[in-house]
C-alpha cells in the first residue's frame, strides 16, 4: 500500500518479460500445449482472500488480462491459475481476468464448497483439484472416508464436464499407503 507505483513497475517488467516468453513458447508449441500455467499466487488464506477483490482487480488483473489475451489470442491454449485457499470471492474477477482453469480449488477453505463451486462456476470455469482434502482426509481420515470424499468430490465437480482430478494439493509424507490406494479405487469407481 506505501509502494504501488513501486510494485506497479516490478509487476508492468515482469509482465513484458511473460508476453515475450510467451509468444516464444507459442511460435515453439503451437497447439501441441492445451493449458499455460500463468500464475501461482495464492491469493486465499483458510478464512478468506488475502487481498480484496478491489485491489485484485487494481494491481494484478490489468497484468493477468493482458497475459491471458496474448495466450487466447494467438493459440487455442487455456489459462490457469493456482492460488491455495478460500477465493471464493475473487473467482469473477479471475474469469474477467480471463483465467478458464482453477487450482487447486481448496474446498475445506471457507466458502469453497464443491456443489456451490459447480453450480456458480462451473459453466465457465474448470476446476483441477478439489478432488480430496490433503490436509485432514488424505493425511488423517480412513481409508473410507478418502474413498467418500473422493467419490462426493468427482460426483460434485464432475457433472457435466470441466473437471480434472487432482488431490487438493500434494500428497504428506505421512499419509498411509491405504489411504492413496483407496482414493485410486475411487477415481476408478
Known sequence: MTRCEYVRAVFARQCEIALQNIETLIGLFGDRIQAAFVTGTDFG???GPFI?????RD?????HRRVTDLIHSHSCWKTFIHSCGSVYALIPSFLEAGFDILN???????????HDLKREFGKRLVFWGG?????KTMAFGSAGDVYRETRERIQAFGAGGGFVFNA???IQATTP???IL???RAIRA
Open 52 to 56: 480484496s477483490p478491489a485491489a485484485y
Open 59 to 63: 494491481l494484478f488483473m490489468p497484468f
Open 131 to 135: 478432488g480430496v482434502d490433503t490436509q
Open 177 to 179: 499407503t491405504e489411504n
Open 168 to 170: 487438493v494439493h500434494n
Open 104 to 114: 487447486p480449488v481448496q474446498c475445506s477453505a471457507a466458502c469453497m464448497a464443491a
Open 182 to 184: 483407496a482414493m485410486f
Open 45 to 47: 488464506s483458510q478464512r
